[in-house]
């Protein structure tokens, strides 16, 4: 059973080495009466959450892996073996697995599929939910509860959205075309803004890497400020948007993936322009809105299977491919969600 590490707590930004292949055998059986289930993991996702859980960090949102044990996280898989009643050979789930070929899980955490119409690695994001009990997160939800519920959107607003290409932003996007807003997004390579307008239907889109000025690019695309600012990177990006929000604005805070190496978050120095432009800022974690995943889904299947809703994954083969993969998510290596197959279905 090949099985990707964690080799130590990380600080910094995170490498390959952080992380081994090391294989083990495996009992593919459970045992007896264990209430366990054997699953052979098909696909993993690759989110960004799982830096700060790299971290040896008290207080945190998320539980810590343990060093020299498999990284884990959200997968999809199918059932090998079982001693639960609720689960049995042949099934196909999602939930939380193991970064290994197969994994034993005595306590699951698993959901058997329900739609099987759709590419079963949606179960790694856009459709996914969470645990009520756990804290993870996954982007189809996310972006739902954040731009519907946080932002409180009107057909017509302008609308702002970072890391846009991403699992999140995608469809943040999207959803907010839906409705009849204007939209921009920011992504960090030509490709993604070739995405974002041809594909996702931004209005436009630009590459903050290639801008000398921030401030300057966003005054460009909204000459009267921005209603919404769906907030995924922090830092520089926030400040520039600070000075670029319309009164009474709304800036819905999903995530800051800028700042997650960093030993020291940067600064924000434009924050007073909360106070004199009446800008309610908020930060959200989709485990808030878990009571709303039956109504996303009544939204979201039918929009996929009508192709209103595209979803663009970024898949790379193999558990081999995992580490490399992972921490390319905080260099924007990913055009749209990062997955990874391990096995085929
Ligand atoms: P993405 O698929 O968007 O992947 C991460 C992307 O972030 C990269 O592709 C890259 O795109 C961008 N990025 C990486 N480093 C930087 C940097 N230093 N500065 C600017 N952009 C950077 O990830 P997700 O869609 O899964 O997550 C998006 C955000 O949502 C994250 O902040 C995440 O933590 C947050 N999140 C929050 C949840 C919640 O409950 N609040 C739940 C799920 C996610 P680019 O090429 O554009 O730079």
Not at 123 to 142: A, D, E
Not at 311 to 338: C, H, W
């Given at each position: 059973n090949k099985?990707v ?6 600080s910094?930004f995170p ?7 090391t ?5 593919l ?8 289930v054997l699953l052979?993991?098909?696909y993993?996702?690759c989110d ?8 040896n960090?008290?207080?945190?949102y998320v539980e810590s892996f343990?060093p ?5 996280g959200?997968g999809?898989?199918k059932?090998l ?7 049995k050979?042949g099934?196909l789930?999602w939930?939380?697995t193991?970064w ?5 899980v005595?306590?699951?955490q698993l959901?058997?599929?329900q739609h099987?119409?759709?590419?079963l690695s949606?179960?790694?994001?856009i459709l ?11 982007p189809?939800?996310?972006a739902?509860?954040?731009f ?16 846009a ?8 996007g ?5 409705l009849g807003?204007y ?6 390579s ?5 995405l ?5 239907g931004?209005d436009?889109?630009?590459n903050y890497k290639?801008e000398p000025?921030?401030?300057e690019?966003?005054k460009r695309y909204f ?14 990006m926030?400040?520039?948007v600070?000075l ?10 999903c995530?800051m993936?800028?700042?997650?190496n ?9 924050l007073?322009y909360l ?7 908020e930060?959200?974690l989709?485990?808030d809105y878990y009571h709303?995943y039956p109504?996303f889904?009544?939204m ?6 009508e192709?209103?809703?595209v979803y ?5 083969e193999g558990l081999?491919?995992?580490p ?12 749209g ?5 391990v096995?085929?279905e």
């Amino acid at each position: 059973n090949k099985q990707v590490i964690l080799k130590d707590y990380v600080s910094g930004f995170p490498k390959e080495t952080d992380m081994y292949m090391t294989k083990s055998s495996i009992e593919l059986q459970v045992p007896k009466g264990s209430n366990g289930v054997l699953l052979k993991n098909l696909y993993l996702s690759c989110d960004p959450y799982m830096r700060p859980r790299m971290t040896n960090i008290k207080g945190s949102y998320v539980e810590s892996f343990k060093p020299g044990m498999p990284i884990s996280g959200y997968g999809v898989a199918k059932v090998l073996d079982s001693e639960n009643p609720e689960f049995k050979k042949g099934d196909l789930v999602w939930g939380m697995t193991g970064w290994e070929e197969y994994s034993l899980v005595t306590a699951p955490q698993l959901f058997k599929i329900q739609h099987t119409d759709v590419p079963l690695s949606y179960y790694t994001g856009i459709l996914g939910k969470l645990f009520v009990c756990s804290n993870l997160c996954m982007p189809g939800m996310t972006a739902y509860a954040g731009f519907y519920e946080v932002c409180s959107p009107k057909q017509g607003e302008c609308v702002f959205i970072s890391a846009a290409s991403g699992a999140v932003g995608q469809l943040v996007g999207q959803f907010a075309k839906l409705l009849g807003c204007y939209v921009v997004g920011s992504a960090g390579s030509k490709d993604k803004i070739d995405l974002l307008k041809n594909k996702f239907g931004f209005d436009e889109a630009f590459n903050y890497k290639e801008e000398p000025d921030l401030n300057e690019a966003l005054k460009r695309y909204f000459p009267e400020g921005i209603d919404i600012y769906f907030e995924n990177v922090g830092g520089k990006m926030l400040d520039a948007v600070l000075l670029n929000m319309k009164i009474h604005g709304r800036i819905a805070v999903c995530g800051m993936i800028s700042q997650y190496n960093l030993d020291r978050p940067e600064g924000v120095h434009n924050l007073m322009y909360l106070v004199t432009k009446r800008v309610r800022m908020e930060g959200f974690l989709v485990r808030d809105y878990y009571h709303l995943y039956p109504k996303f889904l009544e939204m979201i299947i039918p929009h996929i299977k009508e192709g209103k809703i595209v979803y663009v994954e970024d898949m790379a083969e193999g558990l081999e491919s995992a580490p490399a993969t992972l921490i390319g998510l905080f260099s924007g290596r990913n055009v749209g969600k990062q997955v990874v197959a391990v096995a085929p279905e």
